[in-house]
């Protein structure tokens, strides 16, 4: 049965569902006074990030509830990836026109099949009226002074992607355009998967780390800031259906391509050997795609020969 | 000049403000990377909430930038002042139609106003392009244990309110119904003053605290859960314009009027003397409204006899 919902209603029915979690020892205090209380453990850092969703242009207005609970979380726990941080708690601020019990609980359902996989638990939040938009807040937990930053490449360190790249934007692509997309490249763009366990285990090996999700080009130079890079865009990890496409169309949706979530890192050269072994255990492919160069700049190639990309990557309020 | 920012030209002006705060011991990495990283002090609890406030909802849509960024914090400061947490860190989710560094400058200049009041940092968040909305994220800390909860009050515990009430909904209804509105009213509304300095001291003092978002009945409702109290509406403290109007007009705004952002509290009977001894110390009012009472429900009093309210307070999504 569909019910519309009275806020005291809508906050109960999130905090019956983050109820369930299992205890945890940190969490003092979760959803229902002013706050939230966490302590936090000694000789551990809390890393926290906040990233908001708009209807209409992080996602289709059209998006599922259980999609949009999905990416919500997934986006924020993205970042905790590039921090090598260990997913702890979150904060749900939801802003939507109608509050209907049947979108609520689906919204629910994507969050916490999200949330359960990693154990991240929901502490609070707010629920307001207004046009339909999602902010959520992460807190994760990485060793004192550990976290992966995105400063600290060295010129002549690699430059690596996990996954594949393009994807999501190629989906997107087709959606726009009212064209069939295969169900494994849709789940890219609709429910992309935080590289968390990466991220935890790239501490010590990685020289420094971002998240990918405006594109190749635009968060590659976000992370090597005054140094630059030579990338062989042969050695993109492609999905199957980007390699079928002709190369003018394929290479800007896998260099400018948003919404990937993959982790892009440096490693030090002599750091291929526990990359290799990292990629097994993890049963996800990590590809050195080029090298860091001491001056700014990207320089990208294919078969060999520079190549100009024609647009720079997602970029909100560019014209 | 006016100038239409980017979003890594908006993101750089709000980091340049933000690198402006003295640096602080536990703010390892602030703005610029996928995620803050804080180290908390051992024998300390994390307090954190987080807003939204949407325009048309949450303030008229003609209210000052300035205004808008002074009380988005406000209000989040407002909940950790309820907690009795020292504040800390903040991260600022904005939502903005278009990227004007006029409006952002005024933003950050009533944010900053506030902010360094309270030597609160902001240390990230995130810009998206959509309607205009804030979603504020805010944390403190409280030594361990010893945060003010909503539940903890005792039938016969005093209630207690800091400052006056009404001011804000007196000065709310009086805009919309476009009349004039005498300054230090309308300051009610549109600068609260968040009573951290009050929240602080009342630990060891209080026995549940609450800050008042939606208005005395909705929110007395909600510390009380399931206890209720007897109230003085005779003692309500009122600014003098509220004193003045007509009964029928005065009490419902004194009841159920939000936005207020005062402290709405219990203490022993025993606690009284303290009481008054702080309300010297904080140069501001500290009155007793009323008793906790053992069984459900709000017992109103006005001039000795019962009082019925007509309005319950300020619920989202209620019709």
Same mark, same amino acid.
């Given at each position: 049965m569909v019910v519309g919902l009275n806020e005291n209603q809508l906050i109960e029915s999130i905090a019956r569902r983050a109820a369930r979690d &299992?205890?945890? *020892?940190? $969490?003092? $205090?979760?959803?229902?006074?002013?706050?939230?209380?966490i302590r936090t453990a000694a000789g551990y850092d809390l890393v926290t990030c906040t990233d908001t969703l708009?209807?209409?242009?992080?996602?289709?207005?059209? @998006? *599922?509830?259980?999609?949009?609970?999905?990416?919500s979380l997934a986006v924020n726990l993205s970042d905790l990836a590039a921090m090598g941080a260990n997913p702890r708690y @979150?904060? =749900?601020? =939801?802003t939507l026109p109608h509050a209907r019990s049947d979108w609520l609980e689906a919204f629910l359902d994507g969050w916490y099949a999200l949330a359960q996989q990693f154990k991240v638990r929901l502490i609070g939040g707010d629920t307001t009226r207004g046009p339909l938009s999602i902010t959520v807040q992460a807190m994760g937990e990485v060793p004192a002074d550990q976290a992966l930053l995105r400063t600290g490449a060295q010129a002549g360190d690699l430059v690596v992607v996990s996954g594949e790249l393009g994807g999501a934007a190629l989906a997107l692509e087709c959606l726009q355009a009212g064209k069939q997309v295969a169900a494994d490249l849709l789940q890219r763009l609709k429910r992309p998967q935080p590289r968390l366990d990466l991220g935890?285990? $790239?501490?010590? &090996?990685? @020289?420094?780390a971002i998240d990918l999700?405006?594109? =190749?080009?635009?968060? !590659? %130079?976000r992370l090597l800031g005054q140094q630059g890079a030579r990338i062989e865009l042969d050695k993109l990890p492609l999905p199957a259906a980007l390699k079928k496409i002709p190369e003018a169309w394929?290479?800007?949706l896998a260099i400018s391509g948003g919404d990937?979530? %993959? $982790? !892009?890192? @440096?490693?030090?050269?002599?750091?291929?050997?526990q990359l290799q072994t990292l990629a097994v255990e993890l049963? =996800?492919? !990590? +590809?050195?795609?080029? +090298?860091? !160069?001491? %001056?700014p700049g990207l320089k990208l190639f294919a078969a060999g020969a520079a190549y100009q990309p024609t647009s720079s990557g997602y970029l909100h309020f560019e014209n």
């Open positions: &299992i205890p945890d *020892s940190g $969490l003092i $205090l979760g959803i229902g006074d002013d706050a939230a209380i708009v209807s209409g242009v992080h996602f289709p207005e059209n @998006t *599922s509830a259980y999609d949009i609970g999905w990416k @979150t904060q =749900l601020a =939801l935890v285990a $790239l501490i010590g &090996i990685a @020289t420094s999700s405006d594109g =190749l080009n635009l968060d !590659l %130079e394929r290479w800007p990937d979530y %993959e $982790l !892009l890192f @440096t490693i030090p050269v002599v750091a291929q050997v049963s =996800l492919p !990590l +590809t050195v795609i080029g +090298t860091v !160069l001491p %001056e």
